[in-house]
């Protein structure tokens, strides 16, 4: 099992920075990627970023170049750097874990909202 659990969520205005942090927990050795995934009202879930095992990187273009996604292995914990924030970006921000087994583990998730 892996439990997951973000922070940093909040209210910012169009231009600031947030970041997120994805502590994780439980089955570590067994995870190969984890991903920030975000769903606004009414909108399905998207990708946002992910990061392997190895610390491939890959993001949604609608935030490429403004937002990075890292991970502290002493801390067990990844991150999501997000500068720049539009409007757009309001969103609850869910981390979610794919082991070597394809199980998919998923935290609770932290709203983002970014006022105009």
């Known amino acids: 099992q892996v439990q997951l659990v973000e922070s940093g969520g909040g209210l910012v205005q169009a231009g600031g920075s947030l970041r997120l942090s994805c502590a994780v927990s439980?089955?570590?050795?067994?995870?190969?990627?984890i991903g920030w995934y975000r769903q606004a009202p009414g909108k399905q879930r998207e990708l946002v970023a992910g990061?392997?095992?190895?610390?491939?990187?890959n993001y949604a273009d609608s935030v490429q170049g403004r937002f990075s996604i890292s991970r502290e292995n002493a801390k067990n914990t990844v991150y999501l750097q997000m500068n720049s924030l539009k409007p757009e970006d309001t969103a609850v921000y869910y981390c979610?874990?794919?082991?070597?087994?394809?199980?998919?583990?998923w935290g609770q998730g932290t709203q983002v909202t970014v006022s105009p």
């Open positions: 979610n874990a794919r082991n070597l087994g394809m199980t998919v583990y």
């Open positions: 439980g089955s570590t050795f067994s995870i190969n990627r």
């Open positions: 990061i392997s095992s190895g610390g491939n990187t």
